[in-house]
């Protein structure tokens, strides 16, 4: 919800056409974010010879930059001076690396402007640094997790479908020397009736063969 809310105030301060100098009812209010940068644009009428940039009311002791320059620079606080097509004046002031205590009211003004630019700075918290670390941290090993939980899922399934395999492997062996078709067991039972006559047969024939030489014996010796 939080990133929604920079998301959302970081566009409006790139749409926001800043103040027009003229003299408002209301100050217009930015939102910046910790630790990030804002930059505002002042429109005026008059073109000066001299911009001033100021915490507060632009007095002594309060003025960030003072400068005849186009551009200029001040530790975190910076302007830059142009003209449109129509050569009115505007102004750009920017603030870097933006902290709680950049809070509150800020004014710029040319040293020809009746009405100076004045706007109210809000400063939301920010991504602290070990919450940053932290969420690298957990982007890079959650690829690494959900690898690791897909391989154990898969190896386990592999196991499992071996198991199967096998016990159905060993039920399919059972029941084939069990259950033997009907032709099989019948061409079975009809060789061993068959191996059975023979034998039967063979004695007959030798019992009787055996009979006959006693009867010959016999013949001779009378």
């Known amino acids: 919800m939080k990133l929604c809310h920079i998301f959302f105030c970081s566009i409006f301060l790139y749409l926001q056409d800043g103040n027009t100098g003229l003299n408002n009812d209301e100050t217009p209010v930015y939102e910046g974010v910790e630790g990030g940068n804002i930059t505002v644009t002042c429109k005026f009428y008059i073109p000066g010879s001299k911009t001033l940039f100021c915490k507060e009311k632009c007095k002594k002791g309060n003025i960030l930059i003072e400068t005849p320059d186009y551009t200029a620079q001040s530790g975190r606080y910076s302007i830059k001076y142009e003209k449109d097509n129509f050569l009115t004046p505007i102004v750009y002031v920017s603030i ?53 939980i897909y391989k154990i899922t898969a190896e386990g399934s592999n196991g499992l479908n071996c198991r199967r395999h096998s016990a159905y492997d060993h039920t399919e062996i059972g029941l084939s020397e069990i259950d033997c078709p009907v032709s099989s067991c019948e061409d079975s039972t009809y060789q061993s009736l068959n191996t059975a006559s023979r034998d039967h047969d063979q004695t007959y024939s030798t019992l009787r063969h055996n009979n006959q030489f006693s009867d010959m014996n016999s013949c001779q010796t009378e």
């Open 96 to 148: 870097t690396q933006l902290s709680n205590s950049d809070s509150g009211l800020y004014s710029c003004t040319l040293d020809t402007s009746f009405e100076p630019c004045d706007f109210q700075l809000v400063i939301t918290g920010g991504l602290s640094l070990e919450l940053v670390i932290r969420l690298s941290v957990v982007v890079v090993l959650l690829p690494v997790v959900l690898l690791l």
